[in-house]
């Protein structure tokens, strides 16, 4: 069984940042890919950011160059976001996947707004 927990979210003020955590529950020791994903209100869920298990990341193009993720474990990852800004309002949500398996966390908010 796996278990995603994130915890991080909040209001926001623009131009602030913040730093997502995702804790991981599982007998599996090891992911391929873990990354975090957003889906804003009426939008589909998109990509942020994506680890490998190599340290390999990829960045959405909303997201270069002011975020960060990193994996300094098999059970944890954390995201920061700079410069935030309204349109990065969503529900954040981490993923795991081994082999053809997808796990997800239930997600937490993130309200960018003065």
């Known amino acids: 069984q796996v278990q995603l927990v994130e915890s991080g979210g909040g209001l926001v003020q623009p131009g602030g940042s913040l730093r997502l955590s995702c804790a991981v529950s599982s007998t599996i020791n090891s992911f391929n890919d873990m990354g975090w994903y957003r889906q804003a209100p009426g939008k589909q869920r998109e990509l942020v950011a994506v680890?490998?298990?190599?340290?390999?990341t990829n960045f959405a193009d909303s997201a270069k160059g002011r975020s960060t993720i990193s994996r300094p474990n098999a059970k944890t990852m954390y995201l920061q976001i700079l410069s935030l800004k309204p349109e990065d309002t969503a529900v954040y949500y981490c993923s795991a996947r081994r082999g053809f398996s997808v796990y997800w966390g239930q997600g937490t908010q993130v309200t960018v707004s003065s």
């Open positions: 680890i490998s298990s190599d340290g390999t």
